[in-house]
Structures are given as C-alpha cells and as structure tokens.
C-alpha cells in the first residue's frame, strides 16, 4: 500500500463476506463499522499504535465516538476499498475519517469518523500518548493537514422538524 505525499492514507481492500448481508441483500449496518474497524489497524499500524504496542506497554487506543455516513449500498462479493485521515490529535486523543469506496465502481460507499483516547490499560484511564507516538502522529499529520476537510466531518443526525 503506497501512499502518495499529501493525500489520505491508503487502507487496502476487503471482500463483503455473505454473513454480512441482510434480509434486504446488501450489507448490515453493523458490518460497516466492523469493515472500517477490520481496515483501521492499517491507519494505526505504522505509527506503532496496535496490538504489538498494546502487548508491550499495556496501553491501547479506544473509540470514544464513531459516525457512520451510510452514502450507498454495497452487496455481497463487492470488494471495498479504504483510505483514512488524521483530522487533528492532541495529547490524549485522535480524531480520524475514514472512506469506504467500492473498488471496482469506484463511488463512495460510506464514511466513518472516529475519535480515539489513548488509555493506561493498567488503571483503565485515558492518558497522554507516549512522546515518540506523539511524534509519529506529528508526522501523520503534517502528511494530512492540508487535505480537504471531508464533506461528512463534523456531521449529526437530525432532520427538519414539521410544523
């Protein structure tokens, strides 16, 4: 997976398995965000903030928040494709966007925004990010911040109210 300069980072694919379809022949909800969770460790994995960081310092990245934007329906056997983007982080939490396209018609399927907090497994607190994965995501960052702002960021449920 290589990434051009300035641009979100690529996430690689995945295949919509047949358990993730629905009585209405496409993808469950609750499998988009397993899908986004499934391709996230290739967002974190560079900058050592996976399972291989949580095992040697018992400190681990948790959601605090997730918002999925469901743009259009994707079926069984589709293979999706993913790109993340570090929206901003300070020295305990990190916010990310994610897009999930369908790789072959090439639209968006769906975005998801996430906000992580670092946490000291040992009190199960959040606490601030180690001073070398604050310098990776630092540099993530100076990678990311001059991207577009997601159209979907920053967004909440609602609808007009009727009179």
Not at 50 to 69: G, M
Not at 71 to 79: D, N, P, Q, S
Not at 88 to 117: P, Q, W
Request: hydrophobic share 40%; aromatic share 12%; charged share 25%.
């Amino acid at each position: 997976m290589s990434t051009p300069p300035n641009a979100p980072t690529d996430l690689g694919e995945l295949a919509v398995r047949p358990e993730w379809i629905d009585y209405s022949g496409h993808m469950n909800i609750g499998y988009y965000q397993l899908a986004f969770e499934l391709r996230a460790w290739a967002l974190f994995e560079p900058m050592d903030l996976s399972r291989a960081y949580r095992e040697r310092t018992n400190n681990a990245v948790f959601a605090l928040e997730s918002h999925i934007a469901f743009l259009r329906e994707v079926r069984e056997g589709a293979f999706l494709r993913f790109e993340g983007q570090l929206l901003g982080h300070d020295a305990k939490r990190i916010r990310a966007f994610y897009r999930m396209f369908h790789a072959d018609e090439g639209y968006l399927a769906a975005t998801n925004e996430v906000i992580y907090v670092h946490i000291d497994l040992d009190i199960r607190r959040s606490s601030p990010l180690p001073p070398d994965r604050a310098a990776a995501l630092d540099t993530l960052w100076a990678e990311h911040k001059e991207l577009p702002w997601p159209d979907q960021a920053g967004s909440s449920i609602g609808f007009s109210k009727k009179k």
